[in-house]
């Protein structure tokens, strides 16, 4: 069932399936919701209902053009209203890359609402920080400060985002998809402003208490094994820690082992 949500004048895209407990599934960038397409069946197979919803700077009716709309404290109340407009007291969230990072700061803000955590790619925010200093994190998050810059991004994104993601690993025809997304009018934009308005928030991740599961591709070009192997440190629940042999865009092109992550996670909590 799709749906519409409403908060605070901006309107998101929510796809809802399925009967069982929830699961809550936040997309990364620049990718939206489709990201998922190949692991949602998996979990409706396993008897869970999912719910995908294209985020705050991708959903048509939600592409604030401030980049102080997109604090981090923002992006999880759009996370928490979803929930609510669904009915849900607490879900099973699932985060890929910046879905992971909206996904951490659900679990540690917002315990109540989150049964558990399944966070693809993006180590816990701070072993980001911490990593920074002690391996070449720093090298591999360059990127982020090219994304400060105004306007010249945006003309990437809508040019040649989809020839990025290909040399990246994305089969042709998903990263077209997202190349369509990016030349929407505001969505370049709202999608880099995830980025940009990090400096602005006024609220970060803390420890997490929930039971969590963090994936993690051994070849991840963005996301090093210092970062990913210091998470373990702000996690104080159930952990475990799952390597596989693929790359970042582990929903794509490793949908099996995921879906297999997010069943086991979700019936360990249960």
Do not use: C, K
């Not at 995908?52 to 980049?67: E, I, L």
């Amino acid at each position: 069932m799709e749906r519409r949500v409403r908060r605070g004048g901006l309107t998101f895209d929510v796809r809802d399936e399925g009967s069982g407990p929830p699961v809550l599934l936040l997309h990364g960038f620049p990718q939206d919701s489709t990201s998922w397409r190949h692991v949602v069946p998996r979990l409706r197979a396993a008897g869970l209902r999912t719910i995908t919803m294209d985020q705050r700077g991708y959903s048509p009716g939600a592409r604030p053009a401030a980049r102080a709309a997109y604090r981090l404290e923002f992006l999880v109340a759009d996370v928490v209203a979803v929930l609510d407009a669904a009915g849900v007291d607490r879900a099973h969230v699932v985060g890929h890359d910046w879905g992971g990072g909206a996904a951490w700061m659900a679990g540690s803000r917002h315990p109540d609402r989150v049964a558990s955590l399944t966070v693809v790619s993006t180590p816990h925010p701070a072993a980001l920080t911490a990593a920074m200093l002690r391996s070449d994190q720093a090298l591999r998050s360059s990127y982020m400060a090219f994304f400060q810059l105004p306007g010249l991004p945006e003309r990437l994104l809508r040019s040649r985002v989809e020839r990025i993601l290909v040399s990246a690993g994305l089969p042709p025809e998903q990263a077209r998809l997202y190349q369509e997304r990016m030349r929407e009018p505001g969505a370049a934009r709202g999608a880099l402003n995830w980025y940009r308005g990090v400096p602005l928030s006024r609220e970060g991740a803390g420890r997490v208490g929930v039971p969590t599961t963090y994936v993690w591709g051994e070849a991840d070009p963005y996301l090093g094994r210092r970062a990913a192997e210091l998470t373990r440190d702000y996690v104080y629940g159930d952990y475990e820690f799952l390597p596989l042999p693929g790359g970042h865009w582990l929903p794509e092109l490793s949908p099996d082992a995921v879906a297999d992550a997010v069943v086991r996670r979700v019936a360990s909590a249960s």
